[in-house]
Structures are given as C-alpha cells and as structure tokens.
C-alpha cells in the first residue's frame, strides 16, 4: 500500500472531498505563466486507474483545484487492497529552481514527502522488486487525461508503473 501512494505523490494525482472550488478570476487579470497555465488545466475531478506492471489494477479518485493563483491542490483516495488511502499534495513551480515542486502527505505515511514534480530524474521508487532509480514523467496527450509513467533508469526499460487520470468534470 505504501508503495502505491509513494507513487500518486509524483503525478498530479487522487480524490477525496471537502476542497472548495476557486472564484472565478478577475475578467483584467494577467494570463498566467505557461508554467501555472499547465497546472490550471489539471484542476476538475478525475477516475484513476494505478497499473505496476505484471499486477492488476488500482482504482481510485482525485480532485485536484488551484488555490490562489500559484498552487495545484490535491486530494485523493486510492482503492488499495488493503483498503482506502487518502493522500493530499500541494504542486507549484519554483521560480528560483525552475521545475515544478510538490510536497505530499498519506494515511499509509507518517512522512512529508517533498520532491520534484510532473518530470523527475533518479528518484528512488519501489515498483515491486525493491527500491531502484527511477524517472517520471507527467503528461497529458489530452484535456481530458492525464498520464503518468515511472520507468527504471536503465538502457530500454520499460514502465514499471503506470497511473492515467481520467477526467469525470
């Protein structure tokens, strides 16, 4: 279970309830930054599905808004087999380290986890065979979906976990 929500902390991620929707933006307000503007349009409700290769699937949810202007708010829940987890994540980009940045905290997890976010490099990640060096990657092909993939840094290695988001609203 551990394992499962180690990974949605990477990807902008899962449900729960409770978070109250923004307010519509001043109509004169600045566009905002590409970096911001990427996190705007992952806000709304999703279905997820948690794929580790060669394991059956994992459901959950995720309901992700902005708060303010600058950070992506995450709260979620996983079907896990041992049971529900719920997690909550807060996701901004760092004007000074210029990458996205996430810190991130579960019911399986007495830790905050804070790392970088939406593409990461040789991040230590158990994918079932022990603890390896891996890279993540979020994308989203579409409004509609969001992917995300942590391979093993290694010569043609193939997803060791893969996490889509489907968008309910």
Known sequence: MSRSIRVLALAAALLGAGLSLPAAAPQDAAAPAPELARLVAMTGLWDVQLVYSGMPPESGSAKLVMLGDRWLVEESRLQAEQGPVDGRAFTGWDPAKQRYVRAWVSTD?????????????????????????????????????????????????????????????
Do not use: E, K
Not at 137 to 157: K, N, Q, S, Y
């Open 109 to 169: 997890d007495s830790r905050l986890n804070v790392q970088q976010a939406l593409v990461s490099d040789a991040l230590p990640m158990d994918l079932g065979a022990g603890v390896t060096s891996v890279r993540g990657l979020t994308r989203m092909p579409d409004a509609d979906t969001i992917v995300f993939t942590a391979t093993p840094v290694a010569p043609d290695a193939l997803p060791g976990l893969t996490v889509t988001y489907t968008r309910t609203r």
